[in-house]
C-alpha cells in the first residue's frame, strides 16, 4: 500500500505534449480530477526501481528517461528514494536526504513540469532489506524486528541477495526514523515536487512494522493491530503512508490490515492510496484475484491507484467498474515511453528485458525504448 501527500501545483508549457481526442468508451483515457491536478488519462507511471543513481545522487541522464515519459496531465512517480543513509539496500539507488541531491532532482523535475507532467516522489526506508555494506559505517541495518532476512534471488534474477541480520529499533529510536520521512517530504517540496508518495509495502521499512509474520515487538509498536499500524500512522501524520506479501512480510489477516490502514488514511485528508493487488504468487506466476481490493477502495475516500501486472483490458475493467480510479503500469510503461498514446491507438507494445532493468547503464534499458512511428 503506498498513500500520497499533496504538495505544490506543478507548472506547464504550450508545447507540452498531449493525448489527442479520445473516445468515451476507452475508460483509462478518460479524465479525471485528482484534488486540484486535472488529469488528461487514467494511466500511471509508478514508482520503479531503476539504479541509475551513481552515489546515490540523480543523474543527468533521469532528465530524459522522466520527459520521455511524461504527457501533459499524466502522473509520475518517482523511482523509490532513500529518506537517509541508512535507508538504502540497493546500489545507485536515488535519495532526497543531502542538498546535493535536492539540487540534482530539480532538473529533472523542471522537465516534467516543461511538458506539463504531474511528478510525485516516492520516498522509502528499506528498513532489514539491506546489509552493512550499504549501511554508514558498516552498522547493521534497522528495522522493526532483528530477525534476519534469508539469502533471496534478486529480482533480475542474477546472483543472490545478502543480508545482514538487522538491530531492533529501541522505542526512543523511532521518532528520529519519522522525522527523517518528515525531511525527506520538505526536501521533496523544494526540489519542486508536486507531492510524495510513501512507500508503505514490499517489505520494507513500514511492512517491517506493519505485518506480524515479522513484527515481533513488545512495546507500543507490536502486537496487537493498532499497534502494529502505529509507526506507519505515525509516518502518515508527519507526512503521508501505506502496505503485499514480498521479503518474508506476510500478514495472518491481510485484508483487516488493509481495511484498518485505508478507513485511518482518511481523517489524515490524503489525496491518493496506491495498493498493489495480488496479482502474482511470485514474479511470472499469475493469481487472478481482481475485486480483492475493493473493500479498501470502497473504504477510502481519496483517489484510489491500483498496480499489479495490469494490461490494457484489466486496465479499463478496473475503470469501467469503478475498482480503480487510476491503473499504473510499471514495466509496459518502462519500455513504451508513449504507452499512453499506444493505448489509444490500440498499437502494439514495445516488450521489455527484463535483463536490463537494472543495469547501470545510462542509455540501455533505460532510454533507448522506441517511440511509435506514425506517419500522416
Same mark, same amino acid.
Given at each position: 500500500?503506498?498513500?500520497?501527500?499533496?504538495?505544490?501545483?506543478?507548472?506547464?508549457?504550450?508545447?507540452?505534449?498531449?493525448?489527442?481526442?479520445?473516445?468515451?468508451?476507452?475508460?483509462?483515457?478518460?479524465?479525471?480530477?485528482?484534488?486540484?491536478?486535472?488529469?488528461?488519462?487514467?494511466?500511471?507511471?509508478?514508482?520503479?526501481?531503476?539504479?541509475?543513481?551513481?552515489?546515490?545522487?540523480?543523474?543527468?541522464?533521469?532528465?530524459?528517461?522522466?520527459?520521455?515519459?511524461?504527457?501533459?496531465?499524466?502522473?509520475?512517480?518517482?523511482?523509490?528514494?532513500?529518506?537517509?543513509?541508512?535507508?538504502?539496500?540497493?546500489?545507485?539507488?536515488?535519495?532526497?536526504?543531502?542538498?546535493?541531491?535536492?539540487?540534482?532532482?530539480?532538473?529533472?523535475?523542471?522537465?516534467?513540469?516543461?511538458?506539463?507532467?504531474?511528478?510525485?516522489?516516492?520516498?522509502?526506508?528499506?528498513?532489514?532489506?539491506?546489509?552493512?555494506?550499504?549501511?554508514?559505517?558498516?552498522?547493521?541495518?534497522?528495522?522493526?524486528?532483528?530477525?534476519?532476512?534469508?539469502?533471496?534471488?534478486?529480482?533480475?534474477?542474477?546472483?543472490?541477495?545478502?543480508?545482514?541480520?538487522?538491530?531492533?529499533?529501541?522505542?526512543?529510536?523511532?521518532?528520529?526514523?519519522?522525522?527523517? #520521512?518528515?525531511? !525527506?517530504?520538505?526536501?521533496?517540496? @523544494?526540489? $519542486?515536487?508536486?507531492? %510524495?508518495?510513501?512507500?508503505? &509495502?514490499?517489505?520494507?521499512?513500514?511492512?517491517?512494522?506493519?505485518?506480524?509474520?515479522?513484527?515481533?515487538?513488545?512495546?507500543?509498536?507490536?502486537?496487537?493491530?493498532?499497534?502494529?499500524?502505529?509507526?506507519?500512522?505515525?509516518?502518515?501524520?508527519?507526512?503521508?503512508?501505506?502496505?503485499?506479501?514480498?521479503?518474508?512480510?506476510?500478514?495472518?489477516?491481510?485484508?483487516?490490515?488493509?481495511?484498518?490502514?485505508?478507513?485511518?488514511?482518511?481523517?489524515?485528508?490524503?489525496?491518493?492510496?496506491?495498493?498493489?493487488?495480488?496479482?502474482?504468487?511470485?514474479?511470472?506466476?499469475?493469481?487472478?484475484?481482481?475485486?480483492?481490493?475493493?473493500?479498501?477502495?470502497?473504504?477510502?475516500?481519496?483517489? #484510489?491507484?491500483? !498496480?499489479?501486472?495490469?494490461?490494457? @483490458?484489466? $486496465?479499463?475493467?478496473? %475503470?469501467?467498474?469503478?475498482? &480503480?480510479?487510476?491503473?499504473?503500469?510499471?514495466?509496459?510503461?518502462?519500455?513504451?515511453?508513449?504507452?499512453?498514446?499506444?493505448?489509444?491507438?490500440?498499437?502494439?507494445?514495445?516488450?521489455?528485458?527484463?535483463?536490463?532493468?537494472?543495469?547501470?547503464?545510462?542509455?540501455?534499458?533505460?532510454?533507448?525504448?522506441?517511440?511509435?512511428?506514425?506517419?500522416?
Amino acid at each position: 500500500m503506498e498513500t500520497q501527500v499533496q504538495q505544490n501545483s506543478s507548472s506547464s508549457s504550450k508545447n507540452s505534449e498531449t493525448i489527442s481526442a479520445r473516445s468515451p468508451t476507452i475508460p483509462l483515457l478518460a479524465p479525471y480530477q485528482m484534488g486540484k491536478f486535472h488529469l488528461s488519462h487514467r494511466i500511471v507511471l509508478p514508482a520503479l526501481t531503476r539504479q541509475r543513481s551513481y552515489n546515490n545522487v540523480p543523474q543527468p541522464h533521469a532528465i530524459l528517461y522522466y520527459s520521455q515519459r511524461t504527457t501533459k496531465g499524466g502522473l509520475l512517480i518517482a523511482e523509490a528514494t532513500g529518506v537517509s543513509d541508512t535507508a538504502q539496500g540497493y546500489a545507485d539507488t536515488p535519495g532526497i536526504w543531502t542538498q546535493e541531491q535536492v539540487e540534482a532532482w530539480k532538473p529533472i523535475v523542471d522537465a516534467v513540469h516543461a511538458k506539463g507532467g504531474i511528478f510525485f516522489c516516492q520516498i522509502w526506508h528499506v528498513g532489514r532489506v539491506s546489509n552493512e555494506g550499504f549501511q554508514p559505517n558498516g552498522q547493521a541495518p534497522i528495522s522493526s524486528t532483528d530477525k534476519p532476512l534469508a539469502h533471496q534471488v534478486r529480482a533480475s534474477g542474477v546472483g543472490v541477495a545478502d543480508f545482514t541480520p538487522p538491530r531492533r529499533l529501541r522505542t526512543d529510536e523511532i521518532p528520529s526514523i519519522i522525522n527523517d #520521512f518528515r525531511t !525527506a517530504a520538505r526536501h521533496a517540496i @523544494e526540489a $519542486g515536487f508536486d507531492g %510524495v508518495e510513501i512507500h508503505g &509495502a514490499h517489505g520494507y521499512l513500514i511492512d517491517q512494522f506493519l505485518k506480524d509474520q515479522i513484527n515481533d515487538r513488545t512495546d507500543q509498536y507490536g502486537g496487537s493491530l493498532e499497534n502494529r499500524c502505529r509507526f506507519a500512522l505515525e509516518v502518515v501524520e508527519a507526512v503521508a503512508i501505506s502496505f503485499a506479501n514480498y521479503m518474508e512480510s506476510g500478514d495472518s489477516n491481510p485484508e483487516a490490515l488493509g481495511l484498518y490502514m485505508a478507513k485511518a488514511l482518511n481523517k489524515y485528508g490524503i489525496l491518493y492510496c496506491h495498493m498493489v493487488e495480488p496479482r502474482m504468487i511470485t514474479v511470472g506466476e499469475k493469481k487472478e484475484s481482481p475485486h480483492s481490493l475493493v473493500p479498501m477502495r470502497k473504504a477510502f475516500n481519496g483517489t #484510489f491507484i491500483v !498496480a499489479g501486472g495490469y494490461d490494457k @483490458e484489466d $486496465g479499463n475493467k478496473a %475503470v469501467a467498474e469503478n475498482r &480503480a480510479d487510476l491503473v499504473a503500469y510499471g514495466r509496459w510503461f518502462l519500455a513504451n515511453p508513449d504507452l499512453p498514446r499506444r493505448f489509444e491507438l490500440n498499437a502494439p507494445l514495445n516488450k521489455y528485458n527484463r535483463d536490463t532493468f537494472y543495469i547501470p547503464d545510462p542509455v540501455v534499458g533505460y532510454t533507448d525504448y522506441p517511440f511509435l512511428e506514425i506517419t500522416d
